[in-house]
C-alpha cells in the first residue's frame, strides 16, 4: 500500500525516542522530509543516526525544551524555514510523571501540563495558520490511553490526556473546512524506556515492588504482551497518509483491548 508519503513534510515532537523515533523511522521510510525535536541534543543525535543508518534518509534536528511558549515557537520557524512548509505536525513530547496523588507537590503538576498539555496546545496554534494557507494538512496527537482509564497513581497524565482528546475533537472541527485533519493516537501501555520509568514510579506509589506491581499487569494483557514503538507508528503513518482522507476527530486506542468500554 502506498501512502503517498514521499515528499511530504513532517515534525515529529519528541521524536529522540520511543514512539517518536518509531514514527520519525517509518516516516522517513516511506520518502517523507522529516523534523525531529527534543530536550536531548545527545538523543537527537544518536536518533538521527539510527534513521540515516536504517532508512538512508537525513532528518533535521532541533534540541529544544517546549514546555515553554519560547520553545515552541521556535521549533515552529525552524521547522518551517529548514523544510519549506509543514504537511504533517505529530505531538508527541512529553513525560508526565506517575506518583501519589496527595504528595504529588503542585509545581510538579504544572511541569507535567506545561510540555504535554500546553505543549501541544500551543504547536497546534503555531503550526494551524500555516496549514490554513497551505490548503491543509494532518495533526497526529499521541495521547496515553490514560484519558479513559483512570488510575489513582496517574491523575496527572490522566487527566492531561483526557483534555487532549477533548483538545483532538474540537481541532479537528476547527481544521475541517481548511481540509486539516486532526486525529489522535491512543497508545496502552508499550514497550519503551519511559513505560519502564513509569512502572517504576507507579509501583512505588502503589507500595509495591516492581516484579508484583508487573506480574498484576502482565494478567490484564489480551494478547499476552505490550505494543511496540513500531505497531504505534505505523498507525500514526497511516493516519497521516492519503489513505486516511476521510478520517478526522477519532481518537484511535491502540492496546489490544486493554481498555473497556465501547469506543476506537
Same mark, same amino acid.
Given at each position: 500500500m502506498d501512502l503517498e508519503l514521499k515528499g511530504k513534510t513532517a515534525l515529529i515532537t519528541g521524536g529522540s525516542k520511543g514512539i517518536g523515533l518509531a514514527t520519525a523511522r517509518t516516516m522517513a521510510a516511506e520518502g517523507a522530509?522529516?523534523?525531529?525535536?527534543?530536550?536531548?541534543?545527545d538523543a537527537l543525535g544518536d536518533a538521527?543516526?539510527?534513521?540515516?543508518?536504517?532508512?538512508?534518509?537525513t532528518v533535521e534536528t532541533l534540541a529544544v525544551d517546549l514546555s515553554e511558549l519560547a520553545g515552541v515557537e521556535r521549533t515552529a520557524s525552524e521547522a518551517l524555514t529548514r523544510l519549506g512548509r509543514l504537511d504533517i505536525l505529530v505531538n508527541n513530547a512529553g513525560a508526565i510523571k506517575? &506518583?501519589?496523588? %496527595?504528595? =504529588?507537590p503542585d509545581d510538579e503538576w504544572m511541569r507535567g501540563w506545561?510540555?504535554?498539555?500546553?505543549?501541544?496546545?500551543?504547536?497546534?496554534?503555531?503550526?494551524?495558520?500555516?496549514?490554513?494557507?497551505?490548503g491543509g494538512g494532518?495533526?497526529?496527537?499521541?495521547?496515553?490511553a490514560a484519558a479513559r482509564n483512570p488510575a489513582t497513581t496517574y491523575m496527572m497524565g490522566g487527566t492531561a490526556n483526557a483534555a487532549l482528546i477533548n483538545f483532538t475533537k474540537a481541532l479537528a472541527d476547527l481544521g475541517a473546512r481548511s481540509n486539516i485533519l486532526v486525529t489522535a493516537v491512543s497508545p496502552g501501555p508499550v514497550k519503551t524506556e519511559r513505560w519502564d520509568t513509569l512502572q517504576r514510579q507507579q509501583?512505588?506509589?502503589? &507500595?509495591?515492588? %516492581?516484579? =508484583?506491581?508487573?506480574a498484576?499487569?502482565?494478567?490484564?494483557?489480551?494478547l499476552g504482551r505490550i505494543a511496540t514503538a513500531e505497531e504505534c507508528a505505523d498507525l500514526i503513518c497511516f493516519l497521516?497518509?492519503?489513505?486516511?482522507?476521510?478520517?478526522?476527530?477519532?481518537?484511535?486506542?491502540?492496546d489490544s483491548g486493554i481498555s473497556r468500554g465501547v469506543y476506537l
Amino acid at each position: 500500500m502506498d501512502l503517498e508519503l514521499k515528499g511530504k513534510t513532517a515534525l515529529i515532537t519528541g521524536g529522540s525516542k520511543g514512539i517518536g523515533l518509531a514514527t520519525a523511522r517509518t516516516m522517513a521510510a516511506e520518502g517523507a522530509r522529516v523534523m525531529i525535536c527534543s530536550r536531548s541534543a545527545d538523543a537527537l543525535g544518536d536518533a538521527a543516526g539510527t534513521i540515516k543508518r536504517e532508512t538512508g534518509q537525513t532528518v533535521e534536528t532541533l534540541a529544544v525544551d517546549l514546555s515553554e511558549l519560547a520553545g515552541v515557537e521556535r521549533t515552529a520557524s525552524e521547522a518551517l524555514t529548514r523544510l519549506g512548509r509543514l504537511d504533517i505536525l505529530v505531538n508527541n513530547a512529553g513525560a508526565i510523571k506517575g &506518583g501519589d496523588f %496527595l504528595t =504529588t507537590p503542585d509545581d510538579e503538576w504544572m511541569r507535567g501540563w506545561s510540555l504535554k498539555l500546553l505543549g501541544y496546545i500551543r504547536m497546534a496554534r503555531a503550526i494551524f495558520p500555516v496549514m490554513q494557507k497551505q490548503g491543509g494538512g494532518r495533526i497526529v496527537n499521541v495521547v496515553g490511553a490514560a484519558a479513559r482509564n483512570p488510575a489513582t497513581t496517574y491523575m496527572m497524565g490522566g487527566t492531561a490526556n483526557a483534555a487532549l482528546i477533548n483538545f483532538t475533537k474540537a481541532l479537528a472541527d476547527l481544521g475541517a473546512r481548511s481540509n486539516i485533519l486532526v486525529t489522535a493516537v491512543s497508545p496502552g501501555p508499550v514497550k519503551t524506556e519511559r513505560w519502564d520509568t513509569l512502572q517504576r514510579q507507579q509501583a512505588q506509589a502503589a &507500595g509495591k515492588d %516492581l516484579e =508484583t506491581h508487573m506480574a498484576e499487569l502482565n494478567k490484564n494483557y489480551p494478547l499476552g504482551r505490550i505494543a511496540t514503538a513500531e505497531e504505534c507508528a505505523d498507525l500514526i503513518c497511516f493516519l497521516a497518509s492519503a489513505r486516511a482522507s476521510f478520517l478526522s476527530g477519532i481518537a484511535i486506542t491502540i492496546d489490544s483491548g486493554i481498555s473497556r468500554g465501547v469506543y476506537l
